[in-house]
């Protein structure tokens, strides 16, 4: 009886809740001309794209900020906002900006605001922190060139200033670009085909974005992120349904347009419906990961890390999020199943399973006291909340004491940026998805630097040996030499536990029919080139 009026009370306050959603959308809609309305995969607080690896602040991204240059769907690196020419030496790279790019308040794109924002960029990001390694001098010659001037050749300058998800180098005015990456920029200026509307900004519950009537696309056709950004409707609408039920009878009623994150077990259903289409947008998918606090107790011991490491089994965690093994692949390659550098070097009770009885021994063995292990738990992203809760039901059975702490994505991505003590509002231990675009080889891989405090990525591994391997790397030319220094560098992170992939997955967002031009690539969804038949 209970579970009946249970379900009944959740299915009339889905139905009212939907109901409500139509009429405010809808007079919405009448007032604003064309509208897609989406429910991302997150909802949207933090919204400097250069603080988080985040990809629902990526997304945001995307929307106001533009790029120098871009990837297409070959791998290749396209011009965007700038062309580009490289000394017969190799060290000397020329942008020359486009003509007709505006920012957002009217004012012209210059090269000095480009210089910026490449400098803000590369403090934090790892492609972005290498290539600044080998850089010289980064300055504007004139109002529209930049001049990136290299110590020694590097292989790496277009791919990173190219590169198409994590941190992504967009460009912003110069006063913005000269906040400290560890601070906000005090507002959303960009030069892309969005403006972002601050006025309708609730956080963690809506974004709205208008187009940018000024924006002068590229004549080539897009292609992932690269060419034509050719904005058809007058305006997107970001939604927040945490309930992936409510987001479903949403998008089915067409209430909503799109659904980034659809749940694997209510595929049928949607599938079901003419009216909607189902496509995995990145076909290169997602590895998910652990990654742990190097910083405090009880994962400032290697022993206890590796104890933690050897505990984890990819399958359980897989079989959680995803469950159908149609959508997911076990693999221990840190840089990707079928990828140039894919090894299984370290792997092995990862992808097996095999490791329980060896993680209690070693944790017995490491001094281990009893600190409790604070994980944080999303309860908000379908993408998310399988990974801590498996980890911990397995790091318990090793003899762990877990705090699992339910909370919600944008407070993970907040929170992991703390450097306090896990007793003071820090943590242990949090879990997240890379696209493949930003685990392929070491250099972009933020989770396998071993930078520490000193520009590394949450959690902050420090490791010296894997800084000089991945200096190696970024200075060879030969693929042969780069398989032979991903392996080391892979059985190194391995060894010393930097982070734990726990395998890769795909799933495929939905929209209605009444959208066409809907895009795929690495870094999805996007929102230019799709329109929209009333």
């Known amino acids: 009886m209970f579970q009946t009026s249970s379900w009944k009370r959740r299915a009339l306050a889905s139905a009212l809740s939907i109901v409500a959603l139509s009429v405010a959308l809808s007079a919405q809609a009448l007032a604003a001309g064309k509208t897609i309305t989406a429910v991302m995969h997150s909802d949207l607080r933090v919204i400097d794209p250069i603080m988080t690896t985040a990809y629902i602040t990526r997304d945001h991204g995307y929307m106001v900020y533009d790029t120098l240059l871009a990837t297409d769907s070959n791998f290749k690196i396209q011009p965007q906002m700038a062309d580009w020419k490289v000394s017969d030496d190799k060290l000397t790279y020329t942008f020359t900006l486009r003509d007709g790019l505006k920012w957002h308040d009217g004012t012209p794109v210059t090269a000095e605001d480009c210089v910026a924002s490449l400098q803000r960029w590369g403090k934090v990001d790892g492609m972005g922190q290498k290539l600044l390694d080998f850089t010289e001098s980064l300055t504007a ?52 085909p969005f403006k972002f509307v601050q006025a309708e900004f609730q956080p963690g519950v ?73 496509e995995v947008l990145n076909k290169f998918g997602y590895q998910t990961l652990g990654r742990m606090n190097f910083l405090y107790p009880p994962f400032d011991n290697v022993k206890v890390r590796r104890a933690a490491f050897l505990a984890m089994k990819q399958k359980d ?68 909340k399988a990974q801590p809760i498996v980890a911990a039901q397995l790091l318990r059975e090793a003899g762990f004491k877990v705090d699992l702490q339910a909370t919600d994505w ?125």
């Open 317 to 384: 965690v897989l079989d959680a999020l995803v469950g159908n093994p149609k959508y997911y692949k076990i693999c221990g390659a840190i840089f990707g199943c079928d990828t140039p550098l894919e090894t299984d070097v370290g792997a092995e009770t990862l992808v097996k399973g095999n490791g329980m009885a060896e993680a209690k021994k070693l944790l017995a063995e490491s001094g281990y006291d009893g600190t409790p292990v604070v994980i944080m738990a999303p309860g908000d992203v379908t993408t998310l």
């Open 141 to 192: 010659t004139d109002a529209k060139t930049i001049t990136l001037k290299l110590k020694e050749p590097y292989g790496l300058v277009l791919d990173a200033i190219g590169k198409p998800s994590s941190r992504v180098p967009f460009m912003m005015p110069k006063r913005l670009a000269e906040t400290p990456p560890d601070k906000p920029i005090p507002e959303q200026i960009g030069s892309g």
């Open 206 to 278: 809506k974004a709205v974005y208008e187009k940018f009537k000024d924006y002068v696309p590229r004549k080539e056709p897009a292609n992932w992120t690269s060419g034509g950004k050719v904005v058809k409707v007058d305006r997107v609408e970001w939604i927040t349904m945490p309930d992936a039920q409510t987001a479903m009878n949403a998008l089915q009623s067409g209430d909503i347009d799109f659904m980034e994150n659809t749940q694997l077990d209510m595929l049928p259903v949607l599938e079901a419906n003419k009216e909607l289409k189902l």
């Open 410 to 534: 944008q407070t993970v991505v907040t929170r992991r940026a703390s450097q306090k003590p896990p007793k003071e509002g820090g943590w242990n231990m949090f879990f997240t998805n890379w696209v493949a675009a930003d685990i392929a080889n070491p250099i972009v891989n933020a989770s396998v630097s071993g930078r520490g405090k000193n520009g590394g990525w949450f959690g902050w591994a420090e490791d010296a040996k894997i800084e000089e391997l991945r200096d190696k790397f970024a200075r060879s030319s030969s693929l042969d030499e780069q398989k032979k220094l991903a392996a080391e560098i892979q059985k190194q992170a391995y060894d010393q536990v930097i982070y734990i992939p726990l395998g890769q997955y795909v799933g495929p967002s939905a929209w209605r029919k009444s959208l066409t031009g809907v895009l795929d690539g690495p870094a999805t969804p996007i929102f230019w080139n799709i329109d929209k038949t009333e």
